[in-house]
């Protein structure tokens, strides 16, 4: 159990584009999920968190305009890189945690993001 | 300021013989410790976790860690490695309200025969 899923698992654009990813937790209902950005050879980076229901919080420094985050349901959260440019090419990792609580946050797989 | 640092950018080892992975913490709360493995172009997956209780955790692929309080540290060991545990590590820290994790930068691991 516990199973996060990322979709796509990786994407190429034009840059001016935009792009959704999507994160679900397919077995378990999640009030709570995280939006990490890990660039090449580097440690994962915490860019928002998402609840159900309510505005995400951004961290320090990420654009909440540029990188847009929707949690419609207790399963589903998205994160859509808007007018994306080259600066933005990353991987994409969202966890979640469980409605019923507890300490640990199950990771997706991760999306690989490049704009060309 | 809470951080997670992991004094060596990367470590080679011959299989078959012993590792660990150092890991050190600032946090002010009741840290919760996470060791994960990630190969490249992969998400990452959970080695070992450390809540409370026995200071010496278990985990999988025949890890295990040490929690330290008074060294704020959480070192990942293994006795004997095998050329497949070549991949990233990351040690990671949270709390008990289960907000996001804090992650060090990380330890490349090369096995060599």
């Known amino acids: 159990g516990a199973v996060v899923s990322q979709h796509p698992s990786w994407v190429i654009c034009k840059s001016g584009t935009s792009v959704k990813i999507e994160c679900r937790s397919l077995d378990f209902q999640a009030t709570t999920m995280f939006w990490y950005r890990q660039f090449p050879k580097q440690s994962l980076m915490l860019m928002a968190t998402s609840n159900e229901g309510s505005k995400a919080t951004y961290e320090q420094g990420v654009e909440k305009d540029k990188f847009l985050i929707n949690h419609a349901s207790l399963t589903l959260s998205t994160l859509t890189v808007t007018s994306a440019h080259p600066e933005d090419s990353s991987f994409y990792i969202c966890?979640?945690?469980?409605?019923?609580?507890?300490?640990?946050?199950?990771f997706g797989p991760g999306t690989r993001l490049t704009v060309l | 300021a809470q951080s997670v640092t992991q004094p060596d950018i990367h470590i080679t080892v011959s299989e078959g013989a012993s590792l660990e992975l150092r890991c050190n913490y600032s946090?002010?709360?009741?840290?919760?410790l996470f060791w994960y493995v990630q190969s490249p172009g992969q998400g990452l997956q959970l080695l070992l976790k450390?809540?409370?209780?026995?200071?010496l955790v278990q985990g999988i692929k025949g890890f295990e860690a040490e929690f330290k309080r008074s060294q704020s540290s959480f070192n990942l060991r293994k006795p004997s490695v095998h050329w497949s545990d070549a991949a990233e590590y990351f040690c990671?820290?949270?709390?008990?309200?289960?907000?996001?994790?804090?992650f060090g930068k990380g330890t490349t691991l090369s096995v060599s025969s």
């Open positions: 946090y002010g709360a009741t840290p919760y």
């Open positions: 966890s979640a945690r469980r409605l019923a609580g507890g300490r640990e946050q199950f």
């Open positions: 990671a820290v949270g709390d008990q309200a289960g907000t996001a994790l804090i």
């Open positions: 450390y809540f409370s209780g026995d200071t």
